[in-house]
């Protein structure tokens, strides 16, 4: 485990008889951001609590910089930053007094007007909190987790509820918190976020790592650059476009139609169309795009990232 900021072991944690995390392994190396992804229930949010301290894990050993829970945890908690998913915060208190209370948590930490204006939360400082909007509060649980100069930084879907440009301006936190040597370790449901911030993704089902690598070698798995999107009425079997074309790697079910990977667009879009209508269907909707960790996941389980 040395020189890992973070490495687990056969992590297990079970719920009753529900195996939320089943044998799971990862290393995470220093100033890197690492994402996990999978779909509601795969284990994700267990992990990362296990990781940050929160829970205990029922089997498997976990090293955070170097240290143990068991015994290290006052110095841990004063190098890590957290942002839960939902972070419940005293209603009453100002923005400035809820930053100001975390910073006195730390030895060393940011200044908090430093942090409002990198969260763009300013114009909020003397706001009662119960007053903030949800990513006006998701905006804040971040600046909280910043406050104290982490090492490390956990971040559980982070951007939830946020509009584009302020998800655009928590990139850059992210980015120049890596930048001045910080590592990372995220959750989160979309895609675009994961490819633009994650040098290395692991994605989780079931508790279990099932594919683990960069973006780009991730979407490299499906052995196809675009993909195909449609549907049909009726409905047509696998079978119906088994040999499309010579580019044509598989398929996988979607919603009430089917998710198609090919090489060339060109190529596969008119050999479709007229199989459907050498078929007796009609096409209902059709669409493509190029391939994503999304369309892996589906390929890999059959399930969707964002499956409840």
């Not at 509601?40 to 029922?58: F, S, V, Y």
């Not at 208190?93 to 209370?101: A, R």
């Amino acid at each position: 485990m040395a020189d890992a900021a973070i490495h687990c072991r056969g992590l297990k944690k079970y719920f009753s008889d529900v195996k939320a995390v089943d044998g799971l392994d990862l290393r995470v190396e220093p100033g890197e951001c690492f994402g996990l992804l999978g779909p509601n229930g795969a284990g994700k949010t267990t992990t990362i609590e296990i990781l940050e301290g929160l829970q205990p894990p029922d089997g498997g050993d976990v090293e955070v910089l170097g240290r143990r829970w068991k015994g290290d945890e006052r110095e841990l908690r004063e190098r890590i930053g957290i942002s839960l998913q939902e972070t419940q915060f005293t209603d009453k208190l100002t923005v400035f007094e809820t930053l100001t209370l975390f910073r006195s948590f730390y030895r060393e930490g940011h200044d908090p007007d430093e942090l409002l204006r990198r969260l763009t939360l300013e114009e909020k400082r003397d706001a009662r909190v119960g007053k903030l909007s949800g990513g006006q509060k998701q905006r804040l649980a971040v600046a909280c987790a910043l406050i104290g100069m982490p090492d490390i930084l956990f971040l559980d879907e982070p951007t939830t509820g946020l509009d584009p440009q302020s998800r655009l301006q928590l990139w850059q936190v992210v980015t120049e918190f890596r930048a001045n040597g910080g590592t990372v370790l995220l959750t989160t449901h979309y895609m675009d976020e994961a490819e633009r911030l994650c040098d290395r993704i692991a994605i989780v089902d079931h508790g279990k790592v099932i594919a683990l690598g960069t973006p780009k070698e991730l979407i490299a798995k499906l052995e196809a650059p675009n993909i195909i999107e449609f549907t049909s009425e009726p409905a047509l079997p696998e079978e119906t476009f088994a040999n499309l074309c010579e580019g044509y790697h598989g398929c996988a079910k979607r919603a009430d139609g089917w998710q198609l990977r090919v090489d060339s667009l060109a190529e596969a879009v008119p050999r479709l169309i007229a199989v459907v209508e050498k078929s007796g269907a009609k096409l209902r909707t059709l669409s493509t795009h190029a391939a994503t960790l999304e369309d892996l996941f589906v390929a890999m389980t059959g399930r969707e990232l964002r499956d409840a």
